[in-house]
């Protein structure tokens, strides 16, 4: 069982900027994908980036240019750098992580395949 816990999520104007972080209590597998999922009342869960063991990464075409997925292989810690900020960006942010595993499900953001989430970090934006 992997533990995630996010932070960083806060409320900011539209145009600024947020810094998630997600601290995994391991990586079980040298082959996996981790990411960033966002959650508005209402709609489904949807994928926002992701990142596999191969450094590919992966971004929905809404926030491509803005946001930036990395991780510090050192401290487990996975990150979203989050610029210029619009209010279609708020919502509950989770880290989800699928170990074990290298396939399409990373790049198309298939949140049932994730196995392992955190308890989200909210992010608002007020324009």
């Known amino acids: 069982q992997v533990h995630l816990v996010e932070s960083g999520g806060d409320s900011v104007q539209a145009g600024g900027s947020l810094r998630l972080a997600c601290a995994a209590s391991?990586?079980?597998?040298?082959?996996?994908?981790v990411g960033w999922f966002r959650q508005v009342p209402g709609e489904e869960r949807e994928g926002v980036a992701t990142l596999d063991d191969e450094g590919n990464t992966y971004y929905r075409d809404s926030v491509k240019g803005r946001f930036t997925i990395s991780r510090d292989r050192e401290k487990n810690i996975l990150y979203l750098e989050m610029n210029t900020l619009k209010p279609e960006d708020a919502g509950m942010y989770y880290c989800?992580?699928?170990?074990?595993?290298?396939?399409?499900?990373?790049?198309?953001?298939?949140?049932?395949?994730?196995?392992?989430w955190g308890q989200g970090t909210q992010g608002t934006v007020s324009s």
């Open positions: 391991r990586y079980p597998y040298s082959v996996y994908c």
């Open positions: 989800a992580g699928r170990f074990g595993y290298l396939d399409r499900y990373c790049r198309e953001f298939v949140s049932s395949e994730f196995r392992s």
